[in-house]
Each structure stands twice: as C-alpha cells, then as structure tokens.
C-alpha cells in the first residue's frame, strides 16, 4: 500500500462536529478528525441517512459505543495510499460499502460466503469496531468506495446502502420470477425492499400500519393493504421487514407451507415466539443483511428505484439529537443530516 | 374406490383396547375398533414407538385429543376397496405414512410442495384430526401403506417413520456431500439423523448431553461431544433436534455465517430467543418435519441405518401411561407398545 499521505488542495480542519453513542445516550461532540490508516481514504460528508439500526444502536444494539451511521455520501479529501491510486480516488464523490473485511480469509474470497461481508475479523461502518458516518468526517478502505455517477444527486445516492440491502435478496432468494411475494413492513427499508423486488416478481403486496406511506407505492402500480395482520397462507415469499418482534407472526400468516420468509428486521434483545410454525410448515426461512453496492447503484442510475419519495426531513448534523428523536416518532421516513456551513 | 369391506379369514373383535389423551391426560380405555372409510385399511398393530411428539402432545401441542402415536408396524385385516385391491393388501404387515392428503391439490400434486404431507385438507395419524397408532387398530389410506420386507424385524421397521423424518434432511439440504455436518441433540431423533447423515456428509459430530447415549454413535465412527453447548462457528450445516428450546443457542453456535440451520424439535409453547443473529450471519434456516418412506425402508433394509440400539424397552399396550411416564425421563431412548394375548 505504501505509507503516502495524499490530501486535496483545500486544507481540512483538525476538528470536527461528531455524532456520538454513549451507553444509551447521543449527542453531538467535538472529535478529533480522523487519520486514515493505510489503504484508507479520509471522507468529507455530503449527507448521512438515520438507519432503524442506528435508533436500535442508540437502546443498545451490537454494544456499540462512537460515532454511529452508515448511510452517506461524501468527497474523499485525502487518501494514504501510493500517489497513482490516491490520484484516482481524491475529489470523488463516493458512497461506500459498509463492511470493512481483511480480504484474505475464505469468507472474503468467496461471493457465496458473502464476499468480505462475513469477515470475522470486520469492522462495520457506525455498527461494529469503527466510527461511522454521522460525522463532518470519516474513513473507508479505499476498496469500500464507490464513485456517484455525475448526474445523481446527493438525496438520491445516500440510498445506495439500504438499496444495497434491499438488492441482497434479489440474490439470495432462487427463482424469484415464480414468486408470488409479500413485503411485511412500510419503513423506509420495506418500501426500498418493494420498490426492487417489483422488478422481479409476477406479484407483489406490501403489508403496512400506515395508509400515507403505502401511497407511495400505488403509483407505482404495488398492491398494498393497511393492517393485514393476517393473510391466507398463499405467498411464496414474504420479506419481514417490520424492524418490529410482532412481523413475524404477520410474516407467517402470508406464507404457504414450504414458502421462502426473509428476515430483515434487526432489534436489540430477545423476542418471545412460537417457532414450530417454521418446522410443521417447512418453511425456509433466510436472514439477510446487507447487500452489494453495483446493484443498488445500477438501480438508482437507470431509475428503476427512486427513493426521493421516502425522505420525511433534512437537518443540519448538529441538530443530531433532534433529528434522532424525530426519527423514532411512529411512521417517519428517512431523516437526513447535513453538514452545513456551520454544520 | 368402489364400497366393498372385505376382511381377513381371522374375524376381528369389536371392541379394542387404545391409548386416549385428553386434556393433558393420558390413560388406557376400551373403544370400538374402528371402520375404514373407503379408500382405507384396517390395520392390527403390531407394534408401536412412543415419539416425543407424542409427549408434546399430552402437554397440548396441536391441541390434540383422541388415540397418539404415529409410529407402527401392523398386519392389514381389512380393506375398504375393490376386490382386486383388497387382495393385494389383505394380510400385508405394512408401515405407513402418517399425512393422509386429498389426493387433488397443489399441495399433494407437487414433489416440491411436499407430495401431500403440507396438504391443507390432511389430517395426521395421531397428531391433526386422526386417531393414531397407540391402539390395537387403526386405520390409513392404502395410498399410505408400504409393505415391509420379510426381511425386517418388527423392531426395525417401527422405525420407519423416524427414520423417513431424518431423511427429508437430505432431500432438504443441497450440496450435502460438501456440508461439514453438527447434529444437536442425542435423542431418538437426533441418533437417527446422525446415522443417516453420515453416508452423505464429509465430516459429522452429535453434540449431546449423555454419553452413555453417545456411545451408540462411536462405534459407526462418528464424532461425539458432551455438553458441547459452544461450538467455535465453523460447520457449514447444524440440524438442531433436541426437542428444546436451548438447543437453537448451542445450534447457533456452532453454525458458521451464511451456513444452514435444519430445525428439526417441536415443541408446545412459545419460546424467548434474540434471532438477530440470524439475520446479521445471514443463516439459511430449514424447518423440517416429515419425510417420505421409500428412502427411509431402503436404508433399514440395506443395513445404512440399524436402530435396534436405540431402543430402550418394550412395554404391552395395557401399560401404555406407564410407558410415557418411563418416556419423560431424561436420557431414556426409544420406548416400544406392543399388544399381547391380553394387550
């Protein structure tokens, strides 16, 4: 990798406005910022998302403690690598893959065991061992970055991270041309998991609480249903994507026996449930996390996602703390920071 | 079908004596032997397995009340068909399946939607709808029978329906042969997965609590563990059957990310877990109940699968309550019914 520090023109600041976890709190601090280690590049924010995760990191989830965040976009403002392969990245601007893996065990050299995503000696972005990016500034491995076409704006590329999560299942669920499918849950990562799978599926329902966010979706030609806690058992496949313990029963309640249930939701703590539905119905059942970057940016270029819909607010980073506790009102869309002038 | 009853030489009783569990009891009474409906068999038992289904059942599961038991060789005495029908089965000793189905659906027409055992219209041999196999007779469509070899002793074919469980796994898994195998659990159910398993799998370990139990294993060259409730994540396949709730932890435990999960245990009741982990290691979880018999026979035909050391005892139908109160004990193996002169 080399030991060369490479920084664009414009000099950056030593500190920085950070958004901080700390044993159940969250505020907004000054933070040192960040030197990117080697293969790293240093990023400057454009814009961050606020992820459910990060709401369940805040209560206790993954024990993390730092600057949480993992939806962004950015300008990569200095890179610590040799000078040809820092020219290729300074100025960019980029969105990045999460996972930061050490590229050399078996689950990093095989797509199948997720390529790099279950590296066990990752860190991941605001969630696992690493600051993330609710910050004026971050670093990622230079082959974490992803460069934003031109012609995308800011609000539409900081979705490539759940959109990216979204396409995982494209991948991970076989034959989803036969799928008659169902989507339990009309969050911000339900409504993204809908708005890819309507490209893959004969037949698509999204099963909601909240009639105004499943509007989104009727122009986009998507069957919805408001409070359909139960179904008729005749779907193929349903994606839980509540973010909430109570999908998992509603999930069941659409499934045909031997159907495919794909769990999304991820919340702090243990949740109570009969699981011998799973067993008496055959039922596959297929965790899923995160996903890769082309396939979400692919999408978000040619249009067939178009996220600008979801975005309930945008606010400046330091009000931080406010947008949190706006985000965990029920029904909110995606929350958005911005560093501004003053951050 | 025709209407047509013909009966053995051997004229049968009227009168039978049969397990009976109602409301979380369990006691020995007289009942009139059953009718086949057309299209069935009267079967006399001959022998019967105490399942720990059986013993969930007592305690509510499937909110069951009537005769239990699902595992059994028996003689045909009766057949409620066409002549030339009747003859081929009249005097048969026969095992059977235990999902009796329409015959008509998309469930029963489709190899991949379970071949009728996911039939919405069944009912199950002592389980859902049916009156079981823990009675001097009992009845089973024809289309449920399989001839037992003369070969085979009566002990090792009332194994046949477990065994069948065990080898839907294989059926279920792809890719076995490159699967580094766990199995959970040194129950019947678990000894009997190990013992098919291990012609398919590279590499197998059962991980169970008692080691007089896990000896049986050793002397097939398979691995064993006590108490191995932490595993160091590294199997590909774990099939967790030790019918309790602990056993997904352990599973868990030794599963590696994006491996598979086969749940094999049901139980009564809810039962309190964190699943996150599912979804962060992105586990493929196959639940898994019944299998079909033809895999099952051949395996206790060709000497693949020998369970003759599983069984722990043999007790006369009469003193069936006794026999599930020997059954509730930890460690006990397979317990055997078998009606006498006197039952």
């Given at each position: 990798m080399g030991d060369t520090r490479t920084a664009s023109a414009s000099s950056e600041k030593s500190l920085m406005r950070a958004v901080v976890v700390t044993e159940g709190t969250i505020r907004v601090e000054e933070r040192p910022v960040p030197v990117p280690p080697p293969g790293e590049a240093l990023l400057r924010l454009r814009m961050a998302g606020i992820c459910n995760t990060d709401l369940e990191i805040v209560k206790g989830y993954m024990a993390f403690q730092g600057v949480p965040g993992h939806e962004f976009v950015a300008d990569v403002v200095e890179v610590h690598a040799p000078a040809e392969e820092a020219r290729r990245w300074l100025g960019r601007r980029v969105v990045g893959a999460i996972n930061c893996s050490c590229g050399e065990c078996a689950f990093c050299l095989s797509e199948a065991l997720g390529g790099g995503r279950h590296c066990p000696r990752r860190t991941v972005l605001g969630i696992l061992g690493r600051d993330g990016a609710l910050a004026e500034y971050l670093t990622l491995p230079l082959r974490n970055l992803h460069e934003v076409p031109a012609a995308m704006d800011d609000r539409t590329a900081v979705f490539a991270e759940p959109v990216a999560a979204a396409c995982a299942i494209v991948e991970q669920v076989p034959a989803l041309e036969h799928c008659r499918a169902v989507v339990v849950g009309d969050g911000k990562l339900g409504l993204l998991i809908a708005m890819v799978l309507r490209h893959h599926v004969p037949e698509l329902l999204v099963v909601g609480r909240h009639r105004e966010k499943l509007r989104l979706l009727e122009t986009l030609d998507i069957a919805t249903r408001v409070d359909g806690t139960t179904g008729d058992r005749s779907y193929d496949l349903v994606v839980e994507a509540t973010g909430s313990p109570s999908g998992l029963k509603t999930a069941l309640s659409h499934l045909r026996p031997r159907g495919t249930l794909v769990l999304k939701s991820t919340y702090h703590g243990p949740i109570t449930r009969d699981l011998s539905p799973l067993v008496v119905d055959e039922i596959t059942l297929l965790g899923s996390r995160c996903g890769r970057m082309e396939p979400a940016l692919e999408r978000l270029t040619d249009g067939r996602v178009r996220p600008a819909g979801l975005i309930a607010a945008q606010y400046p980073l330091r009000f931080a703390a406010e947008a949190f506790n706006h985000a965990?009102?029920?029904?909110?869309l995606k929350l958005l920071l911005v560093p501004g002038s003053d951050s």
């Open positions: 965990r009102q029920p029904g909110i």
